[in-house]
């Protein structure tokens, strides 16, 4: 089975409650394969791909940010093609650009919707 996790950040870029429920999401699928797709946390940088606790994480170019939301382009293109064979993608809600990915018809496999608020 694959599992594919997408959102705007993960680690080491942000050590906040998302990326920590999408680390334990990870650790608890270890014998899956796995893929994280995300944007850099600055703009500037690079699209890239490295592993963090062995789980490749796919971290897209940015082309600006806006409302603490992150546009990018690659991003879009990334969550196409790594999702086009996933069995489960887990969208880590909300970001805007995943909502845009979906409308798109972007996203393959089951859809499932993580919600995270504050309160």
Same mark, same amino acid.
């Given at each position: 089975? &694959?599992?594919?996790?997408?959102?705007?950040?993960?680690?080491?870029?942000?050590?906040?409650?998302?990326?920590?429920?999408?680390?334990?999401?990870?650790?608890?699928?270890?014998?899956?394969?796995?893929?994280?797709?995300?944007?850099?946390?600055?703009?500037? &940088?690079?699209?890239?791909?490295?592993?963090?606790?062995?789980?490749?994480?796919?971290?897209?170019?940015?082309?600006?940010?806006?409302?603490?939301?992150?546009?990018?382009?690659?991003?879009?293109?990334?969550?196409?093609?790594?999702?086009?064979?996933?069995?489960?993608?887990?969208?880590?809600?909300?970001?805007?650009?995943?909502?845009?990915?979906?409308?798109?018809?972007?996203?393959?496999?089951?859809?499932?919707?993580?919600?995270?608020?504050?309160?």
């Amino acid at each position: 089975m &694959k599992i594919v996790q997408i959102f705007k950040i993960y680690w080491p870029d942000n050590g906040g409650g998302i990326a920590t429920v999408m680390e334990s999401i990870a650790n608890a699928m270890k014998k899956e394969k796995q893929e994280i797709v995300v944007c850099q946390a600055k703009r500037g &940088k690079k699209t890239t791909v490295e592993k963090y606790n062995g789980v490749p994480v796919y971290r897209c170019s940015q082309l600006f940010d806006f409302a603490s939301t992150p546009f990018s382009i690659r991003f879009l293109q990334a969550v196409h093609r790594r999702t086009r064979n996933s069995d489960i993608t887990i969208y880590h809600f909300p970001y805007p650009m995943i909502d845009l990915a979906v409308l798109l018809g972007l996203v393959k496999g089951k859809l499932v919707v993580w919600w995270h608020c504050d309160f």
